[in-house]
């Protein structure tokens, strides 16, 4: 009998997502609502959740499963739109939610404020990319979307990992913390890719579509644990693991392939749902702890308000900055390499052809219009990855310290998801409409990359 109030929330899980995608809704947020009432109905079990599960158990899939989407290739042309937001955007996010939330809330240490930072960095760019398909985005604006999501996560669950270890004590220098970072990074690329070419190498050789998928179920938790245990990030070993595998999915068989992507897709089903479904359940809990310490509800509620606008804000501000720096960077560099190749036609008239093959080894990232970066700007929707996170974060260290402000943590990583998928995750679709973003049916059979955003009539 203790297996079936889980079975129960599994059940009411797959059941209201059903209902949703039949109503053309976000199922996150019915899943949530209805685990919100739920959660105040008395009689109703409290959910106990593992932060360990949560990490090892819900998000490698999740990822995996992205992963195996993602074009290597379009990454790679895209990879400094990718870098900036899946890096730069996800540390200065922390860093300015961290801040924010250590000067609004008194009794938070600097760590802890960083960690919310962390938890709330990265949005859920999965969620984004699936209107954005839906809806026909070009395809340079998919990558930058899909690619984001993969690195994002990555990055920010390494800066999880750091602030945790602070706040449970350990003594780091940003020495230290780089060294971390490091580490966890070139481990856990190297664990994925490893573990990517050893799994490959079987699938080319075994024949059965069932025993293939079976033991690709395997990968994601293989290289998670495995680069966990060697001091990696298991985050990134993931997702390198499933871009190598996906990269070389088309050389295996048709019939592993078919089997296999809809096993991925209902387990996405399923793990999403259960995790916003149990933050539901948890809020009851939350709220009672917030009202029975000092804070004040309403000043808590402000607070979360705060970050909110911040997580909102700092997203198109950092998008428009640093793309339009970056293209006139490029631009520069352009001018530059035709004022050298002038010379050297000059001088050796004979050799032109050779000086002009250089510019064409340096791939230059797409160019965007201002509507592009518009919907980009506002995709910035958290997450499952942000309420695994903050449902991860335990109320006592492993070396026995007390996270401070471990309720309003939750707290605000709960508010900050549910305000973004409602406030952005209803509006991205007219947004792409309004902004001539969307591809019509017809067209998206023959429009290629380059496709740009035009403004709707």
């Known amino acids: 009998m203790e297996f079936l109030p889980l079975i129960l929330l599994v059940s009411a899980c797959v059941g209201l997502t059903a209902i949703a995608r039949r109503l053309g809704w976000p199922a996150p947020l019915l899943v949530t609502g209805v685990a919100l009432v739920v959660a105040g109905l008395p009689g109703v079990p409290e959910f106990e959740i593992d932060p360990h599960v949560i990490l090892t158990l819900v998000l490698p899939p999740l990822l995996y499963s992205a992963a195996l989407d993602v074009s290597l290739i379009n990454v790679t ?44 960095a990265p949005p859920d760019a999965v969620s984004a990319a699936a209107i954005g398909r839906r809806l026909g985005l070009p395809r340079h604006v998919m990558t930058v979307l899909s690619g984001e999501s993969l690195i994002n996560d990555a990055a920010s669950l390494t800066l999880f990992k750091v602030f945790l ?22 481990v856990g690329v190297l664990v994925g890719l490893a573990l990517g070419v050893i799994f490959h190498w079987i699938r080319m050789r075994v024949t059965d579509p069932v025993t293939e998928t079976m033991l690709g179920l395997l990968v994601p938790f293989l290289a998670y644990i495995s680069a966990e245990e060697l001091g990696g990030s298991g985050v990134l070993a993931v997702v390198a693991a499933g871009l190598w595998i996906g990269f070389n999915s088309p050389k295996t068989g048709y019939a592993a392939r078919l089997t296999e992507r809809p096993v991925w897709s209902a387990i996405d089903l399923l793990l999403e749902g259960v995790v916003f479904a149990l933050i539901g359940l948890q809020m009851k809990s939350i709220a009672e702890s917030l009202a029975a310490s000092d804070r004040d509800v309403w000043s808590t509620v402000l607070v979360a308000v705060v970050i909110l606008v911040v997580v909102i804000l700092i997203r198109p501000a950092f998008i428009f900055t640093t793309y339009y720096a970056s293209r006139s960077q490029q631009a520069r560099r352009k001018r530059g390499r035709e004022r050298l190749e002038a010379r050297s036609r000059t001088r050796r008239r004979g050799r032109s052809r050779a000086g002009s093959a250089l510019p064409t080894a340096l791939v ?46 939750v707290f605000v990583a709960f508010f900050v998801t549910i305000g973004t998928l409602l406030l952005q995750g209803l509006t991205l679709p007219m947004v792409i409409t309004r902004l001539g973003c969307a591809i019509s049916g017809r067209s998206r059979a023959t429009v290629r990359s380059s496709v740009t955003c035009s403004p709707s009539r």
């Open 165 to 186: 270890l602070v706040v449970g004590g350990t003594s780091l220098t940003l020495l230290d913390d780089l060294g971390i970072f490091a580490l966890a990074v070139v």
């Open 77 to 120: 042309r895209s990879r400094k739109h990718i870098t900036r937001l899946g890096m730069g955007l996800v540390a200065l996010t922390a860093a300015v939610v961290g801040l924010t939330a250590y000067w609004l809330v008194p009794d938070m240490s600097l760590p802890a404020a960083l960690l919310l930072g962390a938890i709330v």
């Open 364 to 409: 230059e990232e797409p160019e965007m219009t201002w509507r592009e970066l518009t919907v980009i700007s506002w995709t910035s929707m958290r997450g499952v990855v942000s309420l695994a996170a903050a449902a991860a974060v335990p109320v006592i260290t492993d070396s026995g310290i007390p996270v401070p402000g471990h309720d309003i943590i």
